[in-house]
């Protein structure tokens, strides 16, 4: 009885999820110009999604900036977890882990207006130039990124056995050696998932890149957020469409890896 409510429960959240994104695939491939009524298939859609280059360079500039992101706050976010790791005091480490927290919570809207507060205060004229907006975007990203992947390496490293550390020292390792070839390698997925957090969170937001960005770059969420006050628009069904397929393509690949990954070991 409880496997079967088990069942319908994630049957019922999967509904959920995932219907309106089928909804808005379905009319992507309409004919006509608006979801009323599916008039009949056509690709009209994808081809002037297509032929839209200003599309095709807000799609570029907003996977460049969740790239750029995602790397620069898993190594920022590694280097502040370890400095947190390494702290003798428990009190000290409260301090900088409420401080990372506070981060976290705080509302997009408020972070988003930290920042452009910042940059108008250090002379940052965000609408004039698209490397401007370019650079402020990402460095907004970062900073909000960064205490995500924090909380994603720190419980690796708690993890980790301290004799893997004391065995190194004692075969005469260095500082460098030990945190290179000892805890890196240790740490690895939390970096990976803290990597793909902060891709993923610069990828769909919205609230602080509105702030921050410029009239000289846009990023996706904000093109799409400015068609859709202007009415709808299938282009934006389309896009939605290309995305997904490309994000399912992407988790089919990883799952495929692993599994090959967790074969070679049983082999073993």
């Known amino acids: 009885?409880?496997?079967?409510?088990?069942?319908?429960?994630?049957?019922?959240?999967?509904?959920?999820?995932?219907v309106p994104i089928v909804y808005l695939a379905y009319y992507s491939f309409s004919s006509?110009?608006?979801m009323n009524s599916f008039e009949e298939f056509s690709w009209i859609h994808y081809l002037e999604l297509f032929e839209n280059t200003r599309m095709i360079v807000i799609v570029i500039n907003t996977f460049s900036?969740?790239?750029l992101c995602g790397l620069f706050s898993a190594i920022l976010g590694t280097l502040g977890a370890?400095?947190?790791y390494s702290l003798k005091t428990n009190k000290f480490k409260n301090s900088y882990l409420v401080g990372n927290n506070i981060l976290i919570v705080s509302p997009d809207v408020i972070i988003g207006c930290s920042f452009l507060l910042m940059f108008t205060f250090i002379g940052e004229k965000l609408g004039l130039d698209s490397l401007q907006g370019f650079w402020s975007v990402l460095i907004s990203h970062i900073g909000f990124s960064v205490p995500i992947v924090v909380l994603m390496v720190?419980?690796?490293l708690y993890e980790m056995p301290i004799s893997m550390i004391d065995a190194a020292v004692d075969l005469g390792a260095s500082y460098y050696q030990v945190i290179t070839k000892v805890i890196i390698p240790y740490i690895i997925p939390g970096i990976l998932a803290g990597f793909?957090?902060?891709f993923t969170y610069s990828l769909d937001d919205?609230?602080?890149t509105f702030f921050v960005t410029g009239n000289g770059f846009q990023t996706l969420s904000v093109e799409v957020y400015s068609m859709a006050r202007q009415g709808i628009n299938l282009q934006i069904n389309s896009l939605s469409t290309v995305m997904t397929l490309f994000v399912i393509l992407a988790v089919a690949i990883y799952y495929v890896i692993n599994l090959s990954k967790l074969r070679k070991e049983e082999v073993k």
């Not at 088990?6 to 019922?12: I, P, Q, R």
């Open 1 to 18: 009885m409880k496997n079967i409510s088990s069942k319908l429960y994630l049957t019922l959240i999967f509904i959920i999820l995932y």
């Open 32 to 34: 006509g110009r608006n």
């Open 196 to 198: 793909f957090m902060g």
């Open 65 to 67: 900036v969740a790239l």
């Open 154 to 156: 720190l419980p690796k």
């Open 82 to 84: 370890l400095a947190i």
């Open 206 to 208: 919205f609230a602080v």
